[in-house]
């Protein structure tokens, strides 16, 4: 099947929250915070972009208040704070890593979504949510997901991510989460 320009879904940028200035280009978007005081700018394609993740850890539980997180792993040096970086708050433990990192949430201080999650066992990549990313469209094309990890933690009313390598100990994605 070839692909032409009319097949590309368009952006959507639905009504989320206080913001309203999300944008998305044909290689490069915006993720915003639930109160918009934080807004960051990452590329939708490697080198910058490296990898697409759903984790069922129990973690990720706790840091989502959900029962999955969506993720994605951007290099530091293609990572753009539009604003906002002073109204993070940080919260890092190395209790439950197995590695024995330690892995520091990175949160808005207003409105508590959580922006990216830093691993001191790989500096320089910064994990970011899906959910935060602005135009609706990336969560269904460049953004989804490829892998799938932790399955033995996943509830099971949940019947897992099509299309995913599913890895039950986190070892696809090399950082534990
Ligand atoms: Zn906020
Ligand atoms: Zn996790």
Same mark, same amino acid.
């Given at each position: 099947? $070839?692909?032409?320009?009319? @097949?590309?879904?368009?952006?959507? #940028?639905?009504?989320? =929250?206080?913001?309203?200035?999300?944008?998305?280009?044909? *290689?490069?978007?915006?993720?915003?915070? #639930?109160?918009?005081?934080?807004?960051?700018?990452?590329? $939708?394609?490697?080198?910058?972009?490296?990898?697409? #993740? %759903?984790?069922?850890?129990?973690?990720?539980?706790?840091? $989502?208040?959900?029962? #999955?997180?969506?993720?994605?792993?951007?290099? *530091?040096?293609? /990572?753009?704070? %539009?604003?906002?970086?002073?109204?993070?708050?940080?919260? =890092?433990?190395?209790?439950?890593?197995?590695?024995?990192?330690?892995?520091?949430?990175?949160?808005? +201080?207003?409105?508590? $979504?959580?922006?990216?999650? !830093?691993? &001191?066992?790989?500096?320089?990549?910064?994990?970011?949510?899906?959910?935060? !990313? @602005? *135009?609706?469209?990336?969560?269904?094309?460049?953004? +989804?997901? &490829?892998?799938?990890?932790?399955? +033995?933690?996943?509830?099971?009313? /949940?019947?897992?991510?099509?299309?995913?390598?599913? *890895?039950?100990?986190?070892? %696809? %994605?090399?950082? +534990?989460?």
């Amino acid at each position: 099947m $070839t692909t032409s320009p009319a @097949d590309k879904p368009k952006s959507y #940028f639905p009504l989320a =929250g206080g913001g309203n200035d999300g944008w998305s280009t044909e *290689d490069e978007a915006t993720a915003t915070c #639930f109160c918009s005081a934080v807004q960051l700018k990452f590329p $939708t394609q490697g080198p910058g972009l490296v990898n697409k #993740f %759903v984790c069922n850890c129990s973690d990720c539980h706790k840091i $989502t208040a959900s029962m #999955f997180a969506s993720n994605f792993t951007i290099a *530091d040096t293609h /990572l753009t704070h %539009v604003r906002g970086r002073e109204n993070l708050t940080a919260y =890092g433990q190395s209790r439950t890593i197995a590695t024995g990192s330690t892995m520091t949430n990175y949160f808005c +201080k207003t409105c508590g $979504t959580l922006m990216y999650r !830093v691993s &001191s066992g790989s500096p320089g990549m910064s994990i970011l949510r899906i959910g935060t !990313v @602005d *135009d609706f469209a990336l969560h269904e094309t460049k953004l +989804k997901p &490829s892998v799938e990890q932790f399955i +033995k933690t996943r509830v099971g009313w /949940l019947h897992g991510v099509e299309g995913t390598v599913a *890895d039950n100990e986190g070892t %696809v %994605v090399s950082w +534990k989460l």
